[in-house]
Nanobody, 123 residues
Framework: QGQLVESGGGLVQAGGSLRLSCAAS????????MGWFRQAPGKEREFVAA????????YSADSVKGRFTISRDNAKNTVYLQMNSLKPEDTAVYYC????????????????WGQGTQVSISS
């Protein structure tokens, strides 16, 4: 299943930007759809964005469209989440995950998970 390690979280003011990274090891990275999810305190884990194996196709949650961009570098076994125009409601632990199929938005569509990175947005 491999290992996924997120980084890049932190505390920023509303309107600011962050770029999250997720480094993969122990799996054939280019054969997996990669996704980002987030979980705020007291809430269920929710889908944020995902990217196809080649990196050509992406899809995202309506709440982040136009603000967040997912990308990947298969040569570096890394997936990124560029987050702009951040809002306090974006505060959550952000997780990356790997999945076999494309188009899934459910937690169960993804098999391996990182440990998460905290993103906190102050108003």
């Amino acid at each position: 299943q491999g290992q996924l390690v997120e980084s890049g979280g932190g505390l920023v003011q509303a309107g600011g930007s962050l770029r999250l990274s997720c480094a993969a090891s122990g799996l054939t990275f280019s054969t997996y759809t990669m996704g980002w999810f987030r979980q705020a305190p007291g809430k269920e884990r929710e889908f944020v964005a995902a990217i196809s194996r080649s990196g050509i196709n992406t899809y995202s949650a309506d709440s982040v469209k136009g603000r967040f961009t997912i990308s990947r570098d298969n040569a570096k076994n890394t997936v990124y989440l560029q987050m702009n125009s951040l809002k306090p409601e974006d505060t959550a632990v952000y997780y990356c995950a790997s999945g076999r199929g494309y188009g899934g938005r459910r937690v169960t569509d993804f098999g391996s998970w990182g440990q998460g990175t905290q993103v906190s947005i102050s108003s």
